[in-house]
């Protein structure tokens, strides 16, 4: 079995909200095991988290690149939060979400995709790390494309024009105003960013996630009838979709009416029936541990020559 370790407690207790004690106890009952852990502490009611919150710890941009109908988001990862703010890298994570418009979501073929005449995307980035001094890492990118309307895109905590630490693409599909459709999409792009779900509705919602909702309800109202127990997981289910799927949630503009009512009405001042047809959320390091470091202790290490 695994060693309960502090930071182990610690990064459960950062993840979960439940106490320290229950934590631990959580951990020591599921093996080290933190995500077993989690759901431990949700089936005992200790923890009101519907989905981890992994650290952030990569840095780098989120970059995005929009052209009406289709748009892309890329993340280029760095190993400091000093390189976000060099302009040669920025022109680099401009250069790679421009391309991702291009060549699509695959990031392999991003990398090996020619630029000018200096070679690939992955030829520009190995220069990069040369000029720069520092590693760096395409690690991702998306492309969401309509026929007819907007895909609209936001990013959060902008350095620059297209560059930030969160992006988000939302495709909306209609014959009516681009100009409407691009004010909404803006807002439902802000929404996302702000409300991260985790679908756009009930029935995109990953198998292995539903499952594991379903299995944390029967598990919390054990020993009722299996009648009962069946309308509770129904019942949990409608409400965890309206925390997770975009067309059910509270729309953040006007709580008072869920994204999908707000689509809905607007289609008057577009003047034509308006389609949601999906969305693309990168926040920067999302899924990535990096091991952390005492910056003090690196200084003085460095300035005595260890």
């Known amino acids: 079995m695994a060693e309960i370790t502090a930071a182990l407690v610690k990064d459960l207790r ?38 981890k919150a992994g650290r952030v ?16 988001v890329v993340e280029v990862n760095s190993e400091t939060d000093f390189v ?15 391309v991702a418009f ?22 520009a980035v190995a220069s990069a790390i040369a000029t720069i001094g520092e590693n760096m890492t395409p690690r991702r990118a998306a492309v969401l494309e309509v026929s007819a309307g907007v895909v609209a895109s936001y990013v959060h905590n902008s350095v620059s024009d297209g560059l930030g630490k969160i992006g988000v693409l939302v ?8 100009d409407e459709l691009a004010i909404i999409g803006r807002q439902i792009a802000m929404h996302v960013a702000a409300s991260n779900p985790v679908a ?27 009648n009962v127990l069946e309308k509770i997981v129904e019942s949990g289910l409608k409400t965890y979709f309206k925390e997770v799927c975009l067309v059910d949630q509270p729309f953040v503009m ?16 577009v003047g034509a029936p308006v389609t949601l047809k999906g969305f693309q959320r990168f926040a920067l390091g999302e899924g990535i541990e990096k091991a952390e470091s005492d910056f003090a202790a690196e200084v003085a290490a460095a300035v005595s020559g260890g």
Do not use: Y
């Open 102 to 123: 291009k060549v699509g979501s695959d990031i392999e073929a991003v990398k090996a995709a020619p630029v000018g005449t200096s070679g690939t995307v992955a030829d």
């Open 254 to 269: 006007d709580p008072s009416k869920s994204v999908a009512q707000a689509v809905k009405e607007i289609e008057g001042k």
């Open 84 to 98: 976000a703010r060099n302009e040669a890298f920025q022109g680099l994570v401009k250069m790679i979400a421009h």
């Open 14 to 51: 950062e993840k979960s909200g439940a106490g320290m004690m229950d934590c631990k106890t959580a951990l020591t009952e599921s093996g080290g095991d933190v995500e077993a852990a989690i759901d431990w502490l949700r089936k005992k009611g200790l923890s009101k988290a519907a989905k």
């Open 200 to 226: 756009l509705n009930a029935s995109e919602v990953d198998a292995a996630t539903l499952e594991r909702e379903k299995n944390v309800l029967r598990e919390k109202n054990a020993g009722k009838p299996a």
């Open 171 to 178: 495709a909306l599909e209609s014959t009516g105003s681009k």
């Open 57 to 72: 710890a990569a840095e780098g941009l989120v970059g995005v690149w929009s052209g009406g109908t289709r748009a892309s």
